[in-house]
């Protein structure tokens, strides 16, 4: 269907220049398109990191970056994209593991997926440290330039200096989008701090387009959205709209505007979103049931709305018996990465295993 496939520009399409791009690792050389480059990420030369903490890929050479005079990229952000859930080793370190992420951005590629959120609250973000973060990112970044994806890094969640030096970081890596909780410690009480905080951050990241995370249940920052879009609009050049968890739909659709990006976030909503005006999505369920989450979107697209129900309850239930045990959000991410997990060892041939969530309590 065409809901969740990017749009591509037709007067441009006739002057795509294929771009030899590097060798992965089934050993198969793979063409891609210049422009199709342009409107997803650039790569940048990437940072050495501590052995203990990341399992690195082979060393890959690096792909050509934008200069420092380069325009804002506006990427379309219109389809799936997954808040992929980062991959640790299962052992008592519970190490960054960058070694499947290639094979994973491969999947979701073959599964129609737009693009991902790296480092959100899904990923573990805000209990990483800096350095596995923005190692995470590199790697991340370098995958959706090869298959072609949409990649948007969630920086906060941390001190305000590590949250400047991560937007900074993605700046560098030339990512599609930047996205940012609030600061979780100095909440911001008016709106008017909230636009200040991001102005901030959007600072140190001028280039790329900046979404604010709004997960009220969570960071317990819960001010009106609508009224923030057009403050943080006339405040901050570019930001760019919002990632939207929260069960306040009527708020969420008061948000949408021509030119304005809001991410639906709440699976359970996915249908209701739709008929509200919703036109992209970034749902953990898409990570393990992509299939399911299409029928929803094509059922819709079809307007076939019996359909569409019968497949968000059929969404509804599944997520409900696989984190009957996810009271809190922590708990529940550890049970959505167990079905991941779970999900894909049951194949034959399962594309990858992203290892245990690390525990906070």
């Known amino acids: 269907m065409a809901w969740f496939r990017r749009d591509t ?21 793979h063409v891609c398109n210049a422009y199709a480059l342009l409107n997803c990420t650039f790569t940048a030369p990437v940072v050495k990191h501590s052995r203990e903490e990341v399992r690195h890929q082979d060393e890959r050479p690096s792909l050509p970056t934008l200069s420092k005079d380069a325009e804002l990229i506006t990427p379309k952000f219109k389809g799936l ?20 992420i290639n094979r994973y951005a491969e999947w979701l590629k073959h599964q129609l997926i737009a693009g991902v959120l ?19 990112a590199e790697y991340w970044q370098r995958a959706a330039v090869r298959h072609n994806l949409l990649i948007l890094v969630q920086v906060g969640g941390a001190p305000l200096p590590d949250v400047l030096s991560l937007a900074a970081h993605a700046e560098e890596l030339h990512v599609s989008g930047v996205v940012v909780l609030p600061d979780l410690f100095y909440r911001p009480r008016t709106v008017d701090q909230l636009v ?41 050049p570019n930001f760019m709209g919002l990632h939207y968890s929260s069960g306040d739909l009527e708020m969420g659709q008061r948000c949408l ?13 996915l249908a209701s979103g739709l008929m509200s005006g919703f036109s ?19 059922a819709f697209d079809g307007n076939e709305l019996q359909h569409v129900r019968d497949y968000q309850r059929e969404l509804n239930q599944l997520i409900d018996i696989h984190t009957q045990l996810g009271g809190s ?26 290892g245990p969530a690390r525990t906070v309590f």
């Open 118 to 136: 790296v480092n959100g609250v899904v990923g573990e973000g805000p209990i990483m440290r800096v350095r596995e973060r923005k190692a995470n």
């Open 329 to 354: 959000l922590e708990k529940w991410v550890v049970c959505m990465k167990s079905w991941l997990n779970k999900e894909f060892s049951s194949r034959a041939s399962g594309p990858f295993i992203a």
């Open 81 to 100: 994209l997954a808040p992929v859930f980062t991959c640790f080793t299962d052992d008592d370190r519970r190490s960054l593991d960058v070694r499947p």
């Open 9 to 29: 520009d037709k007067s441009v399409e006739s002057t795509k220049t294929p771009i030899l791009q590097e060798t992965p690792d089934d050993g198969k050389t």
């Open 257 to 269: 505007r021509l030119g304005r990006v809001i991410l639906l976030a709440s699976p359970s909503l």
């Open 280 to 298: 992209c999505c970034s749902l953990a369920v898409i990570n393990i049931r992509p299939d399911l989450v299409r029928r929803i979107c094509d």
């Open 196 to 236: 200040g905080y991001c102005k901030h951050v959007a600072s140190r990241c001028r280039t790329r387009p900046l979404l604010y995370y709004h997960m009220p249940s969570m960071t317990g920052v819960d001010l009106d959205m609508v009224e923030f879009c057009t403050k943080a609009e006339r405040a901050i």
